[in-house]
C-alpha cells in the first residue's frame, strides 16, 4: 500500500539554524501539506501546496517558513532561523484532489531546537 | 475564531464494551468533517469524512454522526478492541480550497483487558 515518508525521523539542531525536513508523498497525489504538533497539544495546520505553489497557510506560516517541490516526489519543509519554540513533530500530508478527499499523513518528524 | 472542542479529554473502557465520543465546532466557512485516529508519536489515520449534507458514515467498528444546525459530531466505537487504545481527533475542513484542516485536540481512549 502506498504510504507517505518523511526524513529524517529526528532532526537536532541549535537555536538559529536552518533545518530542512523531507517528504515523498503518495505518487499520484496533487495537494501536499505540513503540520506541526507540538509536544502534548493538538495538530496545527501550516500550509497546502498544488501546482508549484501555496494554496492556503495558517497564521503559524510566517516568512522564517518556505515550502517546495524541487522535483516530481520530493516535497520540503524549510525553516530558515529556528526558535526553541519551533521543536515540535513536523507531519507531511497528501491527497488526491481536495476538499473531499482523504489527507494521507506521513509518520512525522521530531524537531529539537536546542 | 475558528475552534473545535472534544470531549471527554480522557476515557478507559474495558474490551468488548462500546464508548461515544463528542466534538463540537464552530468554523466558517465550513466544508467538511473528518475523525481520525492517532497512535502515540504517529501521524494521523482517517477513519470517517462526511460533508454537512451527511447524517452518518461508518467505517467498521465506527460510526460517525454530524448535526451540521448544532454544529456537533460523534464517533462511537463498537465492541472495543486493545488496538482501539489511541487519540481520536475531530478535524473540520475550512477555508474556500478547503485545505486547511483545524484539529480538536483528541480524546485519548484506553481499552483495558
Known amino acids: 500500500e502506498p504510504e507517505v515518508t518523511q526524513t529524517p525521523s529526528h532532526q537536532v539542531t541549535q537555536m538559529g539554524q536552518e533545518v530542512i525536513l523531507r517528504c515523498v508523498p503518495i505518487?499520484?497525489?496533487?495537494?501536499f501539506y505540513w503540520y506541526r504538533q507540538i509536544l502534548g497539544q493538538k495538530v496545527e495546520f501550516l500550509v497546502s501546496?498544488?501546482?508549484?505553489?501555496?494554496?492556503?497557510k495558517s497564521e503559524i506560516f510566517d516568512d522564517q517558513f518556505s515550502v517546495e517541490r524541487p522535483d516530481g516526489s520530493n516535497f520540503t519543509l524549510k525553516i530558515r532561523s529556528t526558535k526553541l519554540e519551533d521543536s515540535a513533530m513536523y507531519f507531511c500530508?497528501?491527497?488526491?484532489?481536495?476538499?473531499?478527499?482523504?489527507?494521507?499523513f506521513g509518520p512525522g518528524t521530531r524537531l529539537t531546537v536546542l | 475564531k475558528n475552534q473545535v472542542e472534544q470531549s471527554p479529554q480522557s476515557l478507559i473502557i474495558l474490551e468488548g464494551k462500546n464508548c461515544t465520543l463528542q466534538?463540537?465546532?464552530?468554523?466558517?466557512?465550513?466544508?467538511?468533517l473528518r475523525w481520525y485516529k492517532q497512535d502515540t508519536g504517529r501521524g494521523p489515520v482517517s477513519l470517517t469524512i462526511?460533508?454537512?449534507?451527511?447524517n452518518t458514515k461508518s467505517n467498521g467498528r465506527y460510526t460517525a454522526t454530524l448535526d451540521a444546525d448544532t454544529k456537533q459530531s460523534s464517533l462511537h466505537i463498537t465492541a472495543s478492541q486493545l488496538s482501539d487504545s489511541a487519540s481520536y481527533i475531530c478535524v473540520v475542513s475550512v477555508g474556500q480550497a478547503g485545505t486547511a484542516l483545524i484539529f480538536g485536540k483528541g480524546t485519548t481512549l484506553s481499552v483495558s483487558s
Open positions: 462526511m460533508t454537512f449534507s451527511e
Open positions: 500530508a497528501s491527497s488526491e484532489t481536495t476538499i473531499y478527499n482523504e489527507q494521507f
Open positions: 505518487s499520484n497525489h496533487l495537494y
Open positions: 466534538c463540537n465546532y464552530t468554523v466558517s466557512p465550513f466544508s467538511n
Open positions: 501546496f498544488y501546482n508549484n505553489e501555496i494554496s492556503e
